[in-house]
Nanobody, 118 residues
Framework: QVQLVESGGGLVQAGGSLRLSCAAS?????????MAWYRQAPGKQRELVAR???????NYADSLKGRFTISRDNVQNTIYLQMNNLKPEDTAVYYC???????????WGKGTLVTVSS
């Protein structure tokens, strides 16, 4: 059974930092696989925050470059999202996504809530 377990969300004041983690289990990854963070704020659509491939190649939402950093541990099938200088508009549920790199291998976590107070 595939599981993606996110952790690290919480309440933080504006200007603060948080580090999210997502551990994937029960699935395999090819060299074409990747994991990513998405977020969904109240009343808004889910949007990509950052993605990291098994090769280490990363891409970010343009608006978040410089504040957020994604990293990974391929051995542990875990990714991290370091979020610095948080703003109230970063308040959202953050979801982890994993794609093993083959058909039918896309999975989602249940999400972790990040609340940034002003």
């Amino acid at each position: 059974q595939v599981q993606l377990v996110e952790s690290g969300g919480g309440l933080v004041q504006a200007g603060g930092s948080l580090r999210l983690s997502c551990a994937a289990s029960g699935m395999a990854f090819t060299i074409d696989g990747s994991m990513a963070w998405y977020r969904q704020a109240p009343g808004k659509q889910r949007e990509l925050v950052a993605r990291i491939a098994r090769t280490g190649i990363t891409n970010y939402a343009d608006s978040l470059k410089g504040r957020f950093t994604i990293s990974r541990d391929n051995v542990q099938n875990t990714i991290y999202l370091q979020m610095n200088n948080l703003k109230p508009e970063d308040t959202a549920v953050y979801y982890c996504s994993a794609n093993g790199g083959y058909v039918g291998s896309n999975y989602w976590g249940k999400g972790t809530l990040v609340t940034v107070s002003s």
